[in-house]
């Protein structure tokens, strides 16, 4: 039966007890709501009210099929942690990109793309990198997991990561990928250590007005970034190696009369020139 307690203002679940069903109309499957649980054959049935499953909420449980999900936006870190979760090809958990396994022929390589809709590129989500050729993403993804889309080095063409609704791109996302070289994260919020780690062919990023914070060595051996711009008031806060080893000369822009917020990112880069620009 259902014995599962539910924060019925959000419509989330936040604690479930043995072979608990999830109703339909939750919409969030909460913090480690299952976490250690066992479920009737180890398949977890999601219904489609679900969008959300938060951090841990199935790690070291019995689950190891999904069926439904068909609306899941997002997926937290270590969902499925310490279970027999392990799908062995490409697998969506609703509008989130888990898994990215596609066989390959030894010394052949193949081209890849992400279906449309999708809002999530989960934690290392890529394997096989060096066997791809070229990656075509949607420009609806939100959330870039940590380790998704790095050593993606053998691409015949830079992979566009222009995503006009992305909120949130995780610790060594791009690292050592070749990606276009311009930019443009109009609604990025956080970004994770090590991003763009070593992308040797970015050259110009703009950030919109809602980022909060850039974490140690983001852009470290971007060798060929000599343009940053800023759009927001505020400056995020930001790791003093964050742009290290970058180009030595660049232009640094940033609103008009915004540079005693922007002073400490101004200092890191002190051979770089500062443009005040109306954006």
Sequence with gaps: GTNALILKDSKKLYKAYYNSIIPEGVKIIGEYSYSNGIVDGGVIDIPESVTEIENGAFSHSNVSAISGAENVNFVGYNAFYETNFNPPTTYYIGNVLYTLNEKVAEGETIEVEIKEGTTQIYNEAVLNAFKISKITLPKTIKHIGSGSLDHLKNLTEPMDINFPELITIGSDAFRESIIVPEVNLPRIETIGY??????????????GPYLKDIDSTVFNGCTSLNTIEFTG????TFDNTAFSNIAAEGTLRIPIGTSESYS???????????????F
């Design 233 to 236: 008031s505020i400056a995020p």
């Design 194 to 207: 090590s991003a763009f780690n070593k992308c040797t062919t970015l050259q110009k990023i703009t950030f």
């Design 264 to 278: 400490e990112i101004i200092q890191t880069l002190p051979t770089w020139t500062v443009e005040e620009v109306d």
